[in-house]
């Protein structure tokens, strides 16, 4: 019986020993720019990839790569701001670093999409205004928005710790949470206008966007039950 290869580590002590002395380099001399190129670069892009595919937090619209060397060139920028006398791994705080740039870039770009969509694409001439915040009782939106929260944190936790799902499914938990968060912006108990901006936010069609909402609400369902 042959033994399991062991899968090699990408960032090691190496990585770790290669940060300190980049950071003690002038940065603009090229023996700086030999031991990045040679020795931190490869390991810092698998980290940021890692990150992004791990917590889904890759961007439909844009390009993969293009996001890629967008979050690797803000850890650089950040670069040393790390200081290895105080104990820290690189490793743990480069990754950091990048998983909250990410995690920034997303929500600005959901913000954005919030906000340039039509609001007379999405709602038509019925506006159904007796569904819209300002005309519910205070009390109302307390209550609601506490189980907005409750069903985003569940959500969230939900697509976090299963790493098997549909792409689809992702992206539309991703956007269902989003709107939830946001539920003050958008009439969110308009279902042909939640349809339609989930559509944008995911690119996916009403088919791919109705069957991995049957799939979020099964995954959802079954993991309430476990808890009972």
């Known amino acids: 019986m042959t033994k399991k290869r062991k899968k090699k580590d ?15 380099m002038d940065p603009d001399s090229p023996e700086a720019e030999r031991l990045f190129e040679g020795v931190i670069y490869d390991p810092l892009k698998k980290l940021v990839e890692n990150i992004m595919f791990t917590y889904h937090l890759s961007i439909a619209e844009i390009p993969v790569i293009e996001q890629v060397h967008d979050t690797i060139g803000h850890v650089v ?3 040393r701001k790390f200081d290895p006398s105080k104990g820290h791994k690189s490793f743990s705080y480069y990754g950091t670093v990048a998983k909250n740039y990410m995690i920034m870039k997303k929500n600005k770009h959901y913000n954005k999409k919030i906000h ?31 189980l907005f929260t409750i069903v985003c944190d569940d959500l969230e936790e939900i697509i976090r710790n299963d790493l098997s799902l549909h792409q689809n499914v992702y992206k539309v938990a ?4 989003f709107l939830l968060r946001n539920y003050q912006k958008v009439n969110v108990y308009n279902k042909r ?14 088919k791919e966007i109705t069957k991995a909402m049957s799939q979020i609400k099964e995954i959802y369902e079954c993991s309430k039950k476990s808890l009972h």
């Open 10 to 24: 990408y960032w090691t002590k190496d990585q770790e020993l290669a940060i300190e002395q980049y950071l003690s």
């Open 174 to 177: 991703e956007a269902i949470v």
């Open 77 to 79: 920028f950040k670069m």
């Open 116 to 146: 340039t969509v039509d609001i007379e694409d999405v709602i038509g001439f019925e506006y159904e205004q007796e569904l819209f915040e300002e005309s519910m009782p205070e009390q109302e939106l307390r209550s609601k928005e506490f």
């Open 193 to 206: 206008q939640f349809y339609f901006i989930v559509r944008e936010f995911t690119g996916l069609s009403a």
